[in-house]
């Protein structure tokens, strides 16, 4: 069965400051997604990770995939206020002749002025 | 449509009582997955589809619970007898191809009471 442990669970930094969600997951996989999640929304589709060593970056936030490691980060420059929410990330890895998208239990960021 | 839809966007109901929850996937999006998000919680998955195969209902939590798609479009999840503990956001998801990744729509929050 598939894993995917995010960490930290909880975040709380303050603005200007740097840092780095992680994203471990258990099997074999070159397809990675990053979602942002506001109270009380749906989700927001943020970065699409699809081969070995992909980087995107998108303002403030830069995620980058290893799958030899089988890793993600997201990488937080700068935080400001408006980047509070919960980020997931999601592997979608085949399962038979099945594919399944799961989730990290998702980090909850708080940016404090 | 331009986005996924669900509806209703709120269901409050009695215990005990069925309640259908309604998801439209973009048009031509072949995958379509059905996920739940309880308060505070990670995303629990429940039911996948993909064009005309079986779905794999291996995430659905109980016998209570069943799903279809008629078509190859809109999906029906219902819960039959509900429980307080089925209360949370259901979450539906679409996706063309894992390429482009997947659209969620805003959920059903339902609440047994």
């Known amino acids: 069965e598939l894993k995917v442990e995010q960490n930290p669970l909880f975040l709380s930094m303050q603005e200007g400051k740097n840092y780095t969600i992680y994203c471990n997951y258990s099997?074999?996989?070159?397809?990675l997604y990053w979602y942002r999640q506001d109270p009380g929304k749906s989700l927001e589709s943020l970065f699409v990770l699809l081969s070995n060593g992909a980087v995107k970056q998108e303002g403030r936030l830069m995620a980058s995939l290893d799958t030899k490691a089988r890793l993600s980060t997201l990488h937080i420059t700068a935080a400001v206020h408006d980047l509070s929410a919960t980020y997931f990330c999601a592997v979608d890895a085949d399962e038979g002749s099945n594919y399944k998208l799961t989730f990290g239990k998702g980090t909850l960021l708080t940016v404090n002025p | 449509g331009a986005g996924v839809s669900q509806s209703p966007s709120n269901k409050v109901t009695e215990k005990g009582k069925d309640v259908e929850l309604r998801c439209d996937p973009i048009?031509?999006?072949?995958?379509l997955y059905w996920y739940r998000q309880s308060l505070g919680q990670g995303l629990e998955f429940l039911i996948y589809f993909q064009g005309n195969s079986a779905p794999d209902k291996s995430g659905l939590p109980s016998d209570r619970f069943s799903a279809e798609r008629t078509g190859g479009s809109v999906s029906t999840l219902t819960i039959q007898r509900t429980q307080q503990e089925d209360s949370a956001v259901y979450l539906c998801?679409?996706?063309?191809?894992?390429?482009?990744?997947?659209?969620f729509g805003s959920g059903t929050r339902l609440t047994v009471v």
């Open positions: 048009s031509g999006h072949t995958a």
């Open positions: 998801a679409s996706s063309l191809n894992r390429v482009g990744g997947y659209t």
């Open positions: 099997t074999t996989s070159d397809r």
